[in-house]
T-cell receptor, first 116, second 114 residues
Framework: DAMVIQNPRYQVTQFGKPVTLSCSQT?????MYWYQQKSSQAPKLLFH???????NEADTPDNFQSRRPNTSFCFLDIRSPGLGDAAMYLC???????????????FGPGTRLTVL | AQSVTQPDIHITVSEGASLELRCNYS??????LFWYVQSPGQGLQLLLK??????LVQGIKGFEAEFKRSQSSFNLRKPSVHWSDAAEYFC????????????FGGGTRVLVKP
């Protein structure tokens, strides 16, 4: 089945130690998104890629970076994790538009990040 | 700017009873509307989407939602809840004018009593 895969599912890091989360997709979608979701809150969009074009949300801290080396893979880098960065990180993919019935964002299972 | 409000943070329902989750949106034109479900520790799964035409939308797992333009609402319903429906439910709005990004409501957590 076509899908969105995130690795690892659980990640523990130390305060200030860089960490990288991985997302891959077999849907061949142009757009890939990274969301941060804290407990009992809605997902918050950090940034997205449309092909190789990077689009950062205005309120995303500089501590968060992303790379998309090819269509299938996208990485979230947290340069110096703080305690406040502990959260679930969700990757999603989509086609460029929303006009078709099947157009939506397809989510991976998420990576739960713990910062010690 | 688009926004979504889910007025109910928690809902408890007995197994077999009906369920209705409320969603109100704000957007200048007709948006695309979505309901997603999230089980604990999992990603979001699409239940259904309104994009045009029939205002009553059928989704997966026996869910349906009704788009009411006059009330700016997109409420989710299920006639008979199963214990496996216990989860968090998110309403979302998207629009081409917003770059096709989704704006999520705060979510409603559904608890199912035996």
């Amino acid at each position: 089945d076509a899908m969105v895969i995130q690795n690892p599912r659980y990640q523990v890091t130390q305060f200030g130690k860089p960490v990288t989360l991985s997302c891959s997709q077999t849907l061949n979608h142009n757009v890939m998104y990274w969301y941060q979701q804290k407990s009992s809150q809605a997902p918050k969009l950090l940034f997205h890629y449309y092909d190789k074009d990077f689009n950062n949300e205005a309120d995303t801290p500089d501590n968060f970076q992303s790379r998309r080396p090819n269509t299938s893979f996208c990485f979230l880098d947290i340069r110096s994790p703080g305690l406040g960065d502990a959260a679930m990180y969700l990757c999603a993919t989509s086609r460029p538009g929303l006009a078709r019935k099947t157009d939506t964002q397809y989510f991976g299972p998420g990576t739960r990040l713990t910062v010690l | 700017a688009q926004s979504v409000t889910q007025p109910d943070i928690h809902i408890t329902v007995s197994e077999g009873a009906s369920l209705e989750l409320r969603c109100n949106y704000s957007y200048g034109a007709t948006p695309y509307l979505f309901w997603y479900v999230q089980s604990p520790g999992q990603g979001l799964q699409l239940l259904l989407k309104y994009f045009s035409g029939d205002t009553l939308v059928q989704g997966i797992k026996g869910f349906e939602a009704e788009f009411k333009r006059s009330q700016s609402s997109f409420n989710l319903r299920k006639p008979s809840v199963h214990w496996s429906d216990a989860a968090e439910y998110f309403c979302a709005v998207g629009a081409a004018a917003a770059g096709n990004k989704l704006t999520f409501g705060g979510g409603t957590r559904v608890l199912v009593k035996p």
